[in-house]
């Protein structure tokens, strides 16, 4: 069973084990490999963002967060950025902080979601957005700067919510 609540404070060590090894790798978000903690926790945890934890019993197995996709009159529109503890992986929480966030998102007031750069060589993360209901409505030549790959497309995916 997998549980989601917002992330508080005290979770800081257990999504920086988390973050720490997914942007070290290079090969799916945008943030610099070698992003210090205290960048990235205060990123994850900003004040324009609902942050959240996945746990599976007592332990943090993956977080994400939710924000507007762009300020004013483009900020209907959510986007969200998800990341799951390697040991955790296969075990469904990518999709259940996905569902989570869908409803999450709709209850804040937003009218769809974004992703604005889907690495299109990470095709397990397509094949779940597709499978959550999410369309890819553009693709980015060469957006994304692969750690071995080197530059690579990215999609933009989309879903009313």
Request: hydrophobic share 45%; proline share 5%; charged share 20%.
């Amino acid at each position: 069973m997998i549980e989601i609540r917002p992330a508080v404070p005290a979770d800081a060590d257990a999504i920086w084990r988390i973050i720490q090894p997914v942007i070290a790798a290079g090969d799916t978000y945008v943030f610099d490999p070698d992003s210090t903690r205290e960048d990235m926790l205060a990123y994850w945890f900003a004040p324009d963002k609902h942050t959240y934890v996945a746990l599976i019993g007592d332990e943090i197995a993956g977080t994400f967060m939710i924000k507007a996709n762009q300020p004013g009159l483009g900020s209907h529109i959510a986007n969200a950025g998800y990341m799951t503890a390697p040991e955790a992986r296969g075990q469904g929480v990518g999709k259940t902080m996905c569902a989570f966030s869908l409803s999450a998102a709709k209850r804040l007031g937003f009218y769809a979601m974004q992703f604005n750069i889907v690495v299109k060589s990470n095709e397990g993360a397509v094949r779940l957005w597709k499978s959550m209901g999410f369309d890819i409505i553009g693709e980015i030549p060469e957006a994304f700067n692969h750690r071995q790959h080197g530059l690579t497309n990215a999609y933009i995916m989309y879903r009313k919510l």
